[in-house]
């Protein structure tokens, strides 16, 4: 398979991190506060919609922040990551039972509907198009199986203006950014039924003085009631989704069709 320039860019950063960094944050490409607001958001999402019980994957899962958060709960585990600095650094910070695998997020070893459900955050905005990975993660979850993923929000107002100032210079994106109706959609032609989409709210680093206002009860309350500003003002988003049940479906048909063919008969 051949990548464009901007995902080869980012592949050399993620492999470069893993090499140079330690900490989770520096290896995911994060400050420690914007991945301590990413996890405790996270965490508070899961509580209210716990996954269910079984083998979970965490695709692109870095340094294994949220593989460790999952096994601590009592989910089986597998971390998988195409860097492999990344990866041994998370194994020797994580429990024995945690198996980690180096697997590009387009070629997944893994046979289809193998899995009862997987994360993959901080991956989508490293690649040209989500198409093709949500193909593939559709691919392994099994049918009623959930899908928990993240992308940078193309509508937040500061990003905007980030990426305007960018352009203005001549200077090529950053990252890449996506809407949340070309994200679902990309998400249905993969078979997948959207369940919901929660906005995450992450101040800059100067700013994370005001992170808990941010995350107070009464915040989350005018954001829902006010949808609009949370679409305005959100970092990112994260993704529900499960595969379709119905496997005659046409649109089960049509991911069937796209993904390609498993070339292993389980994991590893």
Not at 138 to 154: F, K, M, S, T, Y
Not at 180 to 205: C, M, N, Q, S, Y
Request: net charge positive.
């Amino acid at each position: 398979m051949s990548f464009s320039v901007f995902e080869q860019r980012w592949r050399r950063r993620f492999v470069e991190r893993g090499t140079l960094m330690d900490d989770d944050a520096g290896i995911a490409g994060w400050t420690p506060t914007g991945l301590a607001a990413r996890v405790r958001q996270f965490e508070r999402l899961w509580r209210r919609a716990p996954g269910a019980s079984g083998v979970w994957l965490d695709i692109g899962c870095g340094a294994g922040t949220y593989t460790r958060l999952l096994h601590k709960q009592g989910y089986t585990t597998l971390g998988m990551d195409y860097s492999w600095p990344s990866l041994s650094k998370a194994s020797r910070r994580s429990p024995a039972a945690i198996q980690w695998v180096a697997a590009d997020v387009y070629r997944l070893p893994l046979a289809d509907g193998c899995t009862g459900g997987l994360l993959c955050f901080g991956v989508m905005q490293a690649l040209g198009s989500p198409d093709g990975a949500i193909r593939e993660l559709a691919r392994v979850v099994r049918p009623g199986g959930e899908i928990w993923v993240d992308a940078l929000n193309a509508h937040c107002l500061p990003t905007w203006l980030s990426e305007w100032r960018r352009r203005r210079r001549g200077r090529p994106p950053h990252l890449r950014y996506d809407t949340v109706k070309a994200f679902t959609h990309a998400a249905r032609r993969a078979g997948l039924d959207v369940v919901a989409v929660e906005w995450l709210l992450i101040l800059p680093a100067r700013f994370q003085a005001l992170q808990w206002l941010v995350e107070s009860r009464p915040v989350g309350t005018l954001l829902r009631t006010l949808p609009w500003l949370a679409v305005l003002l959100s970092h990112s988003f994260i993704l529900r989704a499960r595969r379709c049940v119905d496997s005659q479906s046409p649109i089960a048909a049509a991911m069937r069709s796209a993904a390609r063919p498993s070339q292993y008969s389980g994991m590893r």
